[in-house]
């Protein structure tokens, strides 16, 4: 369903504490797992407002974009800056079977989950099996 190890997370995380600077967005945690006949994502996006997180789904790659803005007012001296800022990405590749037009988002208590239902044409069905004498000739 999705890419599970990102390799540039870890060089990431030096080059932020080296040059004190973002290189490339950042990426958000996220937990993904299925359940039933849906796929969940989670995405821990504390302190960001629901407004600027963007979803979008373009040939079975889905895109995840928010932005966490300094809580400071302008020309306020801020004294320590801890918390992250800017704009957070993630991509996941979606796989054929699950149904990208069917995708449910919400965001409660920093975390954006998002419910990504399995394909009718992936889910496992049982199929009839006839009779020796059930057959039936087909007219054409």
């Known amino acids: 369903m999705l890419m599970r190890t990102d ?9 932020q504490q080296v040059f ?45 974009r928010a932005e966490r803005r300094s809580p400071a007012p302008e020309g306020a001296e801020m004294l320590l800056a801890e918390r992250p800022e800017g704009t957070f990405t993630r991509q996941l590749f979606l796989g054929e079977t699950l149904d990208a037009d069917r995708i449910d988002a919400s965001y409660e208590a920093g975390v954006l989950t998002l419910t990504i239902p399995v394909a009718e044409r992936a889910k496992p069905r049982r199929i009839q099996i006839s009779g020796g004498g059930d057959r039936r000739q087909l007219s054409g």
């Open 20 to 64: 004190g600077s973002d290189a490339r967005p950042s990426a958000m945690p996220m937990d993904a797992y299925r359940s039933g006949d849906d796929f969940l994502v989670h995405f821990d996006l504390p302190g960001i407002d629901p407004e600027t997180i963007e979803l979008d789904v373009e040939r079975n790659v889905l895109n995840v």
């Open 7 to 15: 390799p540039f997370r870890d060089f990431d995380r030096l080059a």
